[in-house]
């Protein structure tokens, strides 16, 4: 499904970053996509302002106005939400090849060579390509706090992903070609503004499966890292919990009940699954050295299921993005965690 190469001098790949009111942020995320390894005429960073009323443009023209950067456009998406900002991206590219990362990440600075390099190499042809997220911790980290709650990876080999299986938001490339014909991200699930959701890109994931089947090729490779930002508000047993019952809402959406019976069926499974889970967790408890970890691990299925059950009864509670201070950018850790645990994506 990848597009043949064109002939014409534009960029080959082009990276498109969305934000809402992170201009801090986004000054980050834009120094490393400057300080790529890949020749500055082979790509460009499209930057989606989504809503921001705070610094956002003029974060972006520091960047246009200095001629040893790479090419940096910047487009305006009025409509509220992620998945309207990300199609908004992909439609205003130029190169064969549309790559994303959030406004609160960072880029290994070899992440574009590496990922063009899989593209015109690999065969048969990759539609998607995807690699590692790991920690950027914006504060010093908690005794208790594991690395493998902000891990996303398939392992440390390269491999083409299995029927199902899909990449972070923040690490994930695209044929154009393939985002053309599926017309790109589905607008109705995602972050809205400072609203929490999830589920544009597994939507999206879901519809290669089923439209290519056994022919879809979608590789991951380890070596394209992208490191995710970790405020100290987010390493609390209440992130963390709230991200889970988020995760449970949006699945009670794309999993809908189709009657009032099968409504009423899935809930009592699902108060049933809540209680024998508590149950598992109370027992965990025991020999847990520290309830906040305990929290996270045992606790998150139950908020996963409990927020999927009140889905399904049609009640849906917003959740608030943490954000981010200018004393935790700015006192950030300079070392990135280099952990190689093996952590599989979840709904987290």
Not at 119 to 145: H, M, N, T
Not at 159 to 164: E, K, P, Q, V
Not at 280 to 285: F, I, P, T, V
Request: charged share 25%; aromatic share 8%.
């Amino acid at each position: 499904m990848a597009l043949e190469p064109s002939m014409n001098t534009g960029p080959i790949i082009s990276v498109v970053v969305c934000t809402h009111n992170r201009a801090a942020l986004l000054r980050q995320a834009l120094d490393s996509l400057a300080a790529q390894t890949l020749a500055r005429t082979k790509y460009e960073v499209i930057v989606v302002n989504n809503g921001s009323t705070d610094q956002t443009p003029a974060a972006v023209r520091e960047y246009q106005t200095d001629q040893r950067k790479c090419s940096i456009r910047l487009v305006d998406e009025a409509v509220l939400g992620l998945g309207y900002a990300r199609n908004r991206g992909w439609q205003a590219s130029r190169g064969e090849y549309v790559a994303f990362m959030d406004d609160d990440a960072k880029a290994d600075a070899q992440w574009l060579e590496r990922a063009l390099d899989q593209f015109e190499k690999s065969r048969p042809a990759p539609v998607a390509v995807g690699g590692q997220i790991r920690p950027w911790y914006l504060s010093p980290k908690p005794d208790w706090y594991k690395d493998e709650y902000e891990v996303r990876t398939w392992g440390q080999g390269a491999r083409h992903l299995s029927a199902g299986e899909s990449f972070s938001g923040s690490n994930m490339m695209f044929t154009k070609n393939i985002l053309q014909q599926l017309g790109g991200f589905d607008v109705g699930v995602g972050m809205r503004g400072t609203r929490v959701s999830m589920g544009e890109e597994t939507v999206l994931f879901n519809k290669i499966w089923e439209r290519l089947g056994e022919q879809a090729i979608l590789l991951y490779a380890p070596e394209l890292i992208v490191y995710h930002a970790v405020s100290s508000r987010k390493m609390t047993p209440r992130y963390h919990l709230s991200r889970w019952f988020v995760a449970g809402q949006v699945a009670s959406r794309l999993d809908a009940p189709t009657s009032f019976r099968d409504r009423i069926s899935r809930v009592r499974a699902g108060v049933t699954a809540i209680r024998g889970l508590m149950r598992s967790a109370l027992e965990q408890r025991k020999g847990s050295t520290d309830y906040r970890s305990w929290m996270v691990e045992q606790l998150g299925p139950v908020a996963l299921e409990t927020g999927r059950v009140l889905g399904w009864m049609g009640l849906h509670v917003p959740v608030r993005r943490a954000e981010f201070s200018d004393q935790q950018l700015h006192g950030s850790t300079t070392a990135h965690d280099h952990s190689s645990r093996s952590v599989r994506w979840s709904t987290r």
